[in-house]
T-cell receptor
């Protein structure tokens, strides 16, 4: 149990375009979903926390107008990188919690975004 | 300010040996301490976790030792195998918000 999927697993886009990444909890209802960004050989940096049906809470320094997060259901959250630029290239990972009422976070496999 | 400090940054262990990774924290409000294993290009996978009311937890070859007074916790991997080669992250949580350590890259030599 506790499987989280992400789609796509990798995406290449042109500068100025928008990219949407989906995160799904496959076998449990995720009351909270998180979005992280990870640079090569570095730790995970929390970007935002979202609860189903509520606006996401963004970490300091994360542009909410650039990284749009929607948590429309207990099994789906999306991250849209708007007007992407090369500096947005990174590994984006989502996680979900809520299974059995615990605060354990289960991570998706990640999405590699490359902006040309 | 880094909430969770992890060491060492990298670790080389011979097959069959014990791998030990340490983490320290400052915030006494943390109430959940998980360890994650991450392979290149993949998301982190939960290995084992502990709460502060327990001093040790063992699952298979993986053991967490927790020292509440010292605000430290560690991961021990017994009988380390080449397949254990990965990056390990400790984390501390309060109100469902995780603070991750900087990671330890473990290389288990055959």
């Amino acid at each position: 149990g506790a499987v989280v999927s992400q789609h796509p697993s990798w995406v290449i886009c042109k500068s100025g375009t928008s990219v949407k990444i989906e995160c799904r909890s496959l076998d449990f209802q995720a009351t909270t979903m998180f979005w992280y960004r990870q640079f090569p050989k570095q730790s995970l940096m929390l970007m935002a926390t979202s609860n189903e049906g509520s606006k996401a809470t963004y970490e300091q320094g994360v542009e909410k107008d650039k990284f749009l997060i929607n948590h429309a259901s207990l099994t789906l959250s999306t991250l849209t990188v708007t007007s992407a630029h090369p500096e947005d290239s990174s590994f984006y990972i989502c996680s979900a919690s809520g299974q059995y009422g615990t605060d354990t976070q289960y991570f998706g496999p990640g999405t590699r975004l490359t902006v040309l | 300010q880094q909430q969770v400090k992890q060491s060492p940054q990298s670790l080389i262990v011979q097959k069959g040996g014990i791998s030990i990774i340490n983490c320290a924290y400052e915030n006494t409000a943390f109430d959940y301490f998980p360890w994650y294993q991450q392979f290149p290009g993949k998301g982190p996978a939960l290995l084992i976790a502990i709460r502060p009311d327990v001093s040790e937890k063992k699952e298979g070859r993986f053991t967490i030792s927790f020292n509440k007074s010292a605000k430290q916790f560690s991961l021990h991997i017994m009988d380390s195998q080449p397949g254990d080669s990965a990056t390990y992250f400790c984390a501390a949580s309060n109100f469902n918000k995780f603070y991750f350590g900087s990671g330890t890259k473990l290389n288990v030599k055959p």
